[in-house]
Every structure is written in C-alpha cells, then in structure tokens.
C-alpha cells in the first residue's frame, strides 16, 4: 500500500474542515495545522483556497464515482441500488445533524452541481433499469431534493426522529414508483 503524499493529506484535511466549519470559516492555517506542516510548506502544493476547493471537489466526485460504481458491481435490483442511496441519510445521520449535508455545504459555494450531476445522472439510469424511461429524470431530481431537504431539517432541527421518518417515506415512495413500472410493463 502506498503512503498518502502530502498534497493527499492537505485535500483529505481541507475537505473534512469545509465540511465542518465551512469553506469561509477555514483558513490555511487550520488546514496547515490539520495536516501539521508549515504554511510555507502547504503553499508549495496550494496557492489560493480555491485550488484548495477544486481538489476537494475532485477528490468527492472521485470517491462518489467509485462508490456508485461498487454499487453497481455489487449487482442487485435497480431498486436495491436506489434503497442504497437512500439509505446514505441513515448511514451519515450523526454527522448529517451536526454539519449538514456534505454536497449541500459544497453548493453553499456553487461549486455542488458536478456532485448532484453525478448522482443525478445515476439515480436517473436506475429509474430508467427499474423501468419508469418516461419520468426517470424527473424521479432522480425528485430523490436528490428530497435527500437534500432531510438532511437541510435534520440538521436545522437535530432530530433523528424526522430522519428515520423521512427516510421510510422515500422507501415507500420508491415502492410505489417500483411497483407502478410493474404495473405498466
């Protein structure tokens, strides 16, 4: 196994302290500090905290594809797969009420849309395997706000009650959508 190089390390801590304390409330420093080399040092691999962010975002968007690709190796039904998705809310909801979502706090910068592009485009090939061509575009963007709106309230409210909650009405939601492509084949 290959050692992290520094720049991996600088990326891996920028996007844990975005994540938590936001991108305008993270400094260098902090993310100097984080990965213990000096300021100097960190300006040797970043210049400005956005490359900081566009390697951060690169490093999601690769971590998100290869995730979404295990799934998709990993068989199962279309349906299965989007319980899967569904199921990151439950997976992530200790850090989902206390720091909000990961890609929600990205888009507090505008730089989310190749994120939710990515799940989009995702979610809308499911729907499209679970047999619902017609709406499938319409259905992935209606999960992804869904998603996002959960995590916006859990967070703002703290509540894992309204998650769980939440989260068994987008299973039953995706029953429905299932068994309605049953229904018309």
Known sequence: MTERTTRD????AADQLFYRQGFEHTSFSDI?????ISRGN????????????DAVIEQRL?????????WEN?????????????????????????YGCPLGTLNAQGEAKGLFSLFRGWLRRQFEQLGRKADADALALHLLSLSQGVATLANTFNDEKFIRREVQAMYDWLDACAEKSTREE
């Open 9 to 12: 390390q600088i990326v891996e």
């Open 32 to 36: 100097a500090g984080a990965v213990r």
């Open 42 to 53: 960190f300006y040797y691999y970043f210049r400005t905290k956005d490359e900081i962010l």
């Open 62 to 70: 690769a971590d998100s594809r290869r995730m979404l690709e295990r």
């Open 74 to 98: 990993e068989g199962g039904t279309p349906k299965e797969r989007i319980r899967r998705f569904i199921d990151i809310l439950i997976a992530h909801r200790a850090d989902i009420k206390r």
